[in-house]
């Protein structure tokens, strides 16, 4: 029994409900991936190959040849940027709750939290991608605005389809369910989503209701993700003025 009196779902339907929920976040990742960045990415690239001629040839940090864009090489940027979209919106499903404030500050937040702290991973002093490609700032800010932009539309995207009368909430349960099949390459990381949920839905139950200490938990993460973010932004920075 909850709270309220009312009776719980059943635990069969309580999963179905978190994988239809799952779902809809996975698809808007993928999809946003794909577009952000694949296709942000190349074109990224794209830009940067213009502005520096005699780069071509050269080839960058991540394997790629700079001026030459090919289709194998295009539909391989696809591949992985939709696999790590995938993957941010599994961490999306993980720290959602943690979002505290008003829709704007969500979407500020979430959307510069990934630039700085996904940002400060890709850019780096030493390589070809910050270091021959000229302006650096060009190639940073556009670095930096990938993950930011991604994170961003991905709140505003999967929250739109997490809406209780949307297809992923009402739709054929085998269609709703497919964007799982996304995280075919990350079949391991799914499994353990599958099982951190059941251990949390049976502490709840076990609870009547609610999991002991959830909202000192939520402020601990939210604590942890404000020093990662600070630490990331101060070495981000320090790689800046050295780039600049």
Known sequence: MTVTGEQSPTLGAAFVRAARRLAAITAAGALLGMLVGGVGGRLAMFVLARRNPDATGVTSDDGFTIGQFTLAGSLNLL??????????AAI??????????????????????????????LVHVDGVDFTLLQPAWLAIVMFLAIPGLYAALLTVLAERWLAPTGFF??????LALAPL?????????????????????????????????????????????TLVFVVALVELVDKVVELT
């Open 79 to 88: 591949v992985v940027a939709t696999v790590l979209g995938v993957l941010g």
């Open 181 to 225: 099949l996304a995280f075919g390459p990350l079949a391991p990381l799914l499994a353990a989503i599958g099982v951190g949920w059941c251990a949390l839905e049976w502490v709840r139950r076990r609870s009547g209701g609610a999991v002991p200490g959830a909202v000192g938990l939520a402020w601990l993460g939210r604590v942890a993700l």
């Open 169 to 174: 909430a009402t739709g054929p349960l085998p």
């Open 92 to 121: 999306y499903a993980a720290l959602r709750g943690l979002m505290i404030g008003p829709r704007w500050f969500q979407v500020l937040s979430i959307g510069l939290g990934p630039a700085v702290v996904v940002g400060d991973q």
